[in-house]
C-alpha cells in the first residue's frame, strides 16, 4: 500500500474518531509516531486531496493550535523527504491557521520554514518576500519580549525601591525610639 495512503487513512481515522466523540484532535506526538512507523521505501510521496480535504476538520472553532501542531508535523515530515511543494503548502495552511489564532511566534516560523523551501526549489524571489515578513515578525516579537522584559525590571526595581524606603524608615523609627 503506498505511504501516503496509509498515513492518509491513518491521518482522517485519528481525525475523524476525535470530530465523533467530540475529543481534541491527535498531539504532534502522535503525529510523530505515526509517521515514524512508515518504512522508508524511497518512494516519492505525492500529497493527496485527502491531506487538504480533511483540513477542515482541524480547523473547527477551538481546535486551530491542533491545526497548527498537525501541519507542523507533516511540515518537518516533508522537510525531512525535501519534498519542498508539499512544505510550501502546509506552510500556507500554517500561516493561515497561525493568523486566526493570533500566534505571532508560529507565523514568524512558517515563514521562516516556508523561505527555506522557496529557496530549495530556487524560488528566490518569493524566498526573499517570506524572508522579509520573517524577519519583520521575529523582530517584532523580539521587541515584544524586551518591552515585557524592560517593564518587569521596572516593577523589580521599584518594588525593591520601595523596599529599601519603608527599612529605613523602621531604622529611622528604631533609632528616634
Not at 482522517?12 to 521505501?41: F, H, I, W, Y
Not at 523580539?142 to 526595581?157: G, P, S, T
Not at 520601595?162 to 525610639?177: C, G, H, S, Y
Request: with cysteine; glycine share 4%; aromatic share 10%.
Amino acid at each position: 500500500m503506498n505511504r501516503l495512503l496509509l498515513l492518509s487513512y491513518c491521518v482522517m481515522g485519528c481525525l475523524l474518531q476525535c470530530v465523533a466523540l467530540d475529543k481534541r484532535l491527535p498531539s504532534e506526538v502522535k503525529l510523530q509516531q505515526l509517521l515514524n512507523k512508515l518504512s522508508d521505501t524511497g518512494d516519492n510521496i505525492v500529497p493527496g486531496k485527502a491531506d487538504v480535504r480533511y483540513a477542515s476538520f482541524m480547523e473547527r472553532e477551538n481546535k486551530v493550535t491542533d491545526s497548527i501542531t498537525i501541519y507542523t508535523g507533516l511540515i518537518r515530515y516533508y522537510q525531512d523527504k525535501k519534498q519542498y511543494e508539499a512544505v510550501r503548502r502546509y506552510a500556507a495552511a500554517l500561516v493561515a491557521a497561525a493568523e486566526r489564532d493570533g500566534r505571532l511566534e508560529v507565523l514568524a516560523r512558517s515563514y521562516a520554514t516556508w523561505f527555506k523551501a522557496d529557496s530549495a526549489m530556487g524560488r528566490y524571489e518569493d524566498a526573499i518576500r517570506h524572508y522579509q515578513l520573517y524577519k519583520a515578525l521575529h523582530d517584532s516579537l523580539f521587541n515584544i519580549i524586551k518591552h515585557h522584559q524592560l517593564n518587569r525590571l521596572e516593577a523589580q526595581f521599584k518594588t525593591e525601591q520601595k523596599d529599601q524606603t519603608l527599612k529605613l524608615k523602621q531604622q529611622n523609627i528604631e533609632l528616634l525610639t
